[in-house]
């Protein structure tokens, strides 16, 4: 099959699944009359779009921005982290059940500090991003460098390889997909990260984000502002998990099973 | 080039856990010249070989090498990056050890000559077959012109035809450049064919039952259906077989 054909045959069903529930919604809210603060139509959504377009595209530019510095930070410290943690066993042993408490702990609760720690706007919305987004790069990379074939890792050793040399030859192209397995995770939670660090720590007004409009527009009933804003923040979570997809693709595509 | 001498003095290799591998071995390989180990599946051969190499440590004894060696390993499967082409995974010794990138690419094609993989330089491993997979691994073995060669049962997991080729390409390589070689097998046919001398082991702990000086000078086709071939070949595996019921 031609390129062509594998992406249409991969792109239809989502699409047609897509275009069906979005088709059950507007039947569901026109047979029942339901009234739009409750749930508007998907239409109606598409005209709020239409209509706020400037604001809502400038608020997702904002809410990307801290997205992808926050999946920046998670990547690079997620990344150093996990090799650190996989170099040194005392450290593996002593930090790595701590890191578990930034999975554990709610980000709606700590959420406030972040604002206290880093001010209003965006440095408190980027740290919301990157620790709700971290713990998967730090598992992956520390599971991928973990699971090393030890034939390999004895090769390297017979030839005199330092450690690090080991780490950056053998370890880090070995564990790439199961770092890239974290990142895809990763993506997805960064968005929710910035929107929920938006909630409490944003600026209003013309400096809104997507999870400031959110709240305001919830405030005033707006339902069709939230959906909207909603479609947005998924629709930047879909272009992230995109972009990470096709970069492992590129890395790893010609020689591991997981990038075909 | 410089003859390595390895000589091993009571050396003695017991595992966490308590299993003696190695029981006090005195050993010394011919230098210039290739020295089987074989024994049964088990045995502590491997074990003795990676000794040699450096990879594990005895437990008691010590093993000399002179002078300082350098050593081309061949394991048992090709342990080939798979995400480097296959020049670069021959290049890999030589990579490790701070030559250019110039010098690894012309050392690498030159080996990969050798072994007869110049067209396949540029592919991935995954797209060679078993036995070009395991001519890369010879052909990274013998990169950094080692002086002194481990081979641990470099061609067991391949069919017998490939196994035979890859015998007789091994056999010519080690005997042009003098090199001191241990080749680890349980193929008595194997042994006898590609080495000097063949040590024969007693299941674990690994000891030394006998010793064959190989007589044969050419190494070719022709020397397995020589009767002086399967004599030599019969009398081992009583020695092998007498072993292995005394040890059970």
């Given at each position: 099959m031609?390129?062509?054909g594998?992406?249409?045959a991969?792109?239809?069903?989502p699409?047609a699944?897509?275009?069906?529930?979005?088709?059950?919604?507007?039947?569901?809210?026109?047979?029942?009359s339901?009234?739009?603060?409750?749930?508007?139509t998907?239409?109606?959504?598409?005209?709020?779009?239409?209509?706020?377009?400037p604001?809502?595209?400038?608020?997702?530019g904002?809410?990307a921005?801290?997205?992808?510095?926050?999946f920046?930070?998670?990547?690079?410290?997620?990344?150093?982290s996990?090799?650190l943690?996989s170099?040194?066993s005392?450290?593996?042993?002593g930090v790595?059940?701590?890191?578990?408490l930034?999975q554990?702990?709610?980000?709606?609760?700590?959420?406030p500090?972040?604002?206290?720690?880093?001010?209003?706007?965006?440095?408190?919305v980027?740290?919301?991003?990157?620790i709700?987004?971290?713990?998967?790069?730090?598992a992956?990379?520390?599971d991928?460098?973990?699971s090393?074939?030890?034939?390999?890792?004895?090769?390297?050793?017979?030839?005199?390889?330092?450690?690090?040399r080991?780490?950056?030859?053998?370890?880090?192209p070995?564990?790439?997909?199961?770092?890239?397995t974290?990142?895809?995770?990763a993506?997805?939670?960064?968005?929710?990260?910035?929107?929920?660090?938006?909630f409490v720590?944003a600026?209003?007004?013309d400096q809104a984000?997507?999870?400031?409009?959110?709240t305001s527009?919830?405030?005033q009933?707006?339902t069709p502002?939230v959906?909207?804003?909603?479609?947005?923040a998924?629709?930047?979570?879909?272009?992230?998990?995109?972009v990470?997809n096709?970069?492992?693709?590129?890395l790893?595509?010609?020689?591991?099973?997981?990038?075909? | 080039?410089?003859e390595?001498?390895?000589?091993l003095h009571g050396?003695?290799?017991?595992?966490?856990?308590g299993?003696?591998?190695?029981?006090?071995m005195?050993?010394?390989?011919s230098?210039?010249?290739v020295?089987a180990?074989?024994?049964?599946?088990?045995?502590?051969k491997?074990?003795?070989?990676?000794l040699i190499?450096?990879?594990?440590?005895?437990?008691?004894g010590?093993i000399e090498i002179?002078p300082?060696?350098?050593?081309?390993?061949c394991f048992?499967?090709?342990r080939l990056?798979?995400?480097?082409?296959?020049r670069?995974?021959?290049a890999?010794?030589?990579e490790?050890?701070g030559?250019?990138?110039d010098?690894?690419?012309i050392e690498?094609?030159?080996?990969?000559?050798m072994?007869?993989?110049?067209d396949?330089?540029?592919?991935l491993p995954a797209?060679?077959s078993?036995?070009?997979?395991?001519?890369?691994?010879?052909?990274?073995?013998?990169?950094?012109?080692p002086?002194?060669l481990l081979?641990?049962?470099?061609f067991?997991?391949?069919?017998?035809?490939?196994?035979?080729?890859?015998?007789?390409?091994?056999?010519?390589?080690?005997r042009?450049?003098?090199?001191t070689?241990?080749l680890v097998?349980?193929?008595?046919?194997e042994?006898v064919?590609?080495?000097?001398?063949?040590v024969v082991?007693?299941?674990r702990?690994?000891r030394?039952?006998?010793r064959?000086?190989?007589?044969?000078d050419?190494r070719n086709?022709?020397?397995?259906g020589?009767?002086g071939?399967?004599?030599?070949?019969?009398?081992?595996?009583?020695?092998?077989l007498?072993?292995m019921?005394?040890?059970?």
């Amino acid at each position: 099959m031609k390129y062509p054909g594998i992406i249409f045959a991969s792109v239809w069903p989502p699409v047609a699944v897509v275009l069906i529930l979005l088709g059950l919604w507007h039947f569901v809210v026109v047979a029942f009359s339901i009234p739009e603060f409750l749930l508007p139509t998907p239409w109606l959504v598409l005209q709020t779009i239409d209509e706020q377009w400037p604001r809502l595209i400038a608020a997702t530019g904002r809410t990307a921005t801290a997205t992808l510095v926050g999946f920046g930070l998670s990547a690079v410290i997620g990344i150093i982290s996990g090799s650190l943690l996989s170099l040194v066993s005392l450290a593996r042993r002593g930090v790595y059940p701590l890191t578990l408490l930034l999975q554990m702990v709610p980000l709606v609760a700590i959420a406030p500090m972040l604002v206290i720690w880093f001010g209003y706007g965006l440095p408190s919305v980027i740290a919301a991003a990157c620790i709700v987004s971290v713990f998967p790069v730090i598992a992956g990379t520390l599971d991928g460098l973990q699971s090393v074939d030890a034939g390999l890792s004895e090769m390297f050793k017979i030839h005199g390889a330092s450690r690090v040399r080991t780490w950056w030859s053998l370890g880090l192209p070995w564990s790439l997909p199961s770092v890239f397995t974290g990142l895809r995770i990763a993506a997805g939670l960064a968005v929710i990260g910035a929107i929920v660090g938006e909630f409490v720590g944003a600026f209003g007004g013309d400096q809104a984000p997507l999870g400031a409009i959110i709240t305001s527009a919830l405030k005033q009933n707006q339902t069709p502002t939230v959906f909207a804003a909603v479609a947005l923040a998924a629709m930047l979570g879909f272009a992230l998990f995109g972009v990470v997809n096709l970069v492992g693709w590129l890395l790893l595509g010609r020689w591991h099973e997981s990038a075909r | 080039m410089t003859e390595v001498n390895v000589r091993l003095h009571g050396v003695q290799k017991i595992f966490p856990g308590g299993v003696e591998a190695v029981a006090a071995m005195d050993l010394e390989l011919s230098p210039g010249r290739v020295t089987a180990l074989l024994g049964p599946t088990g045995c502590g051969k491997s074990t003795l070989l990676r000794l040699i190499g450096g990879v594990e440590t005895p437990t008691a004894g010590s093993i000399e090498i002179e002078p300082e060696p350098r050593i081309g390993f061949c394991f048992q499967e090709p342990r080939l990056l798979p995400w480097r082409s296959v020049r670069r995974n021959v290049a890999l010794p030589l990579e490790l050890a701070g030559a250019s990138s110039d010098s690894c690419r012309i050392e690498a094609d030159r080996r990969l000559e050798m072994v007869g993989l110049g067209d396949a330089a540029e592919f991935l491993p995954a797209a060679l077959s078993g036995g070009m997979r395991m001519r890369a691994a010879v052909a990274r073995a013998f990169i950094a012109d080692p002086n002194l060669l481990l081979l641990d049962e470099p061609f067991a997991a391949l069919d017998e035809v490939t196994r035979l080729r890859l015998d007789e390409e091994v056999a010519s390589l080690v005997r042009k450049r003098s090199i001191t070689a241990l080749l680890v097998t349980h193929s008595i046919a194997e042994a006898v064919f590609l080495a000097d001398e063949v040590v024969v082991l007693s299941p674990r702990p690994a000891r030394i039952l006998d010793r064959f000086a190989i007589p044969f000078d050419e190494r070719n086709a022709a020397l397995r259906g020589q009767e002086g071939f399967a004599r030599l070949q019969s009398r081992i595996y009583d020695v092998l077989l007498a072993g292995m019921e005394g040890g059970t």
